[in-house]
């Protein structure tokens, strides 16, 4: 089996070295019989990934496409919630188009005071917003998934509970084994 993790700086697992990002734990738990890509690049927005999604993502041919985006859309504010999830949903057609499994993955939830402290000169309004748009963004990647029929997991609420951050936008190590956790349930029950 051959999975690809695409997205931003949560996919490749800032602030840590990729063998501490969840698709490379993912990887780690399957074994052997599956083969992880992950393709995350730090402060990507949803636009950017499209631009890459076909030459880096489908041209690996694999089982299962997974999508992690939208939070630098929110946090830099170049596109809203709507914008954002209809990106997304072009780059699930396309992979369905190709008869690839896709799979929406909802980024984390944010710390909007620690973010603010942590990356000084943004303003805690701006992620305030930003953690509002995400749980919108959520919302609307779920829909798509029931209606499109392709697959979902809920790093938004998932993730809620646990509420640890490295820097208030990114997980610690160990939320990122809780994403991969959340990953790996969607991989037992469907593939």
């Given at each position: 089996?051959?999975?690809?993790?695409?997205?931003?700086?949560i996919?490749?697992?800032?602030?840590?070295?990729m063998?501490?990002?969840?698709?490379?734990?993912?990887?780690e738990?399957?074994?052997?019989?599956?083969?992880?890509?992950?393709?995350?690049?730090?402060?990507?927005?949803?636009?950017?990934?499209?631009?890459?999604?076909?030459?880096?993502?489908?041209?690996?041919?694999?089982?299962?496409?997974?999508?992690?985006?939208?939070?630098?859309?929110?946090?830099?504010?170049?596109?809203?919630?709507?914008?954002a999830?209809?990106?997304?949903?072009?780059?699930?057609l396309?992979?369905?188009?190709?008869?690839?499994?896709?799979?929406?993955?909802?980024?984390?939830?944010?710390?909007?005071?620690?973010?603010?402290?942590a990356?000084?000169?943004?303003?805690?309004?701006?992620?305030?917003?930003?953690?509002?748009?995400?749980?919108?963004?959520?919302?609307?990647?779920?829909?798509?998934?029931?209606?499109?029929?392709?697959?979902?997991v809920?790093?938004?609420?998932?993730?809620?509970?646990?509420?640890?951050?490295?820097?208030g936008?990114?997980?610690?190590?160990?939320?990122?084994?809780?994403?991969?956790?959340?990953?790996?349930?969607?991989?037992?029950?469907?593939?």
């Open positions: 089996m051959k999975l690809v993790f695409i997205g931003h700086s996919v490749r697992g800032y602030p840590y070295d063998i501490r990002s969840f698709p490379f734990v993912v990887g738990i399957l074994g052997e019989d599956c083969e992880v890509v992950n393709l995350g690049v730090n402060g990507e927005t949803t636009a950017e990934i499209l631009r890459r999604f076909d030459n880096e993502a489908l041209s690996e041919r694999p089982d299962a496409v997974f999508l992690m985006a939208g939070t630098n859309d929110f946090v830099f504010r170049t596109d809203n919630a709507e914008a999830a209809e990106l997304c949903r072009r780059m699930r396309t992979a369905q188009e190709k008869g690839l499994r896709f799979v929406h993955v909802s980024p984390p939830p944010i710390d909007a005071e620690l973010a603010n402290d990356w000084l000169g943004t303003g805690i309004a701006v992620y305030r917003m930003a953690q509002e748009d995400l749980g919108e963004f959520s919302e609307l990647l779920r829909l798509d998934a029931e209606q499109s029929g392709c697959g979902f809920d790093c938004f609420h998932g993730y809620a509970a646990y509420d640890r951050y490295a820097d936008l990114h997980p610690t190590a160990e939320g990122q084994r809780l994403i991969a956790r959340l990953c790996l349930e969607w991989i037992k029950a469907n593939m």
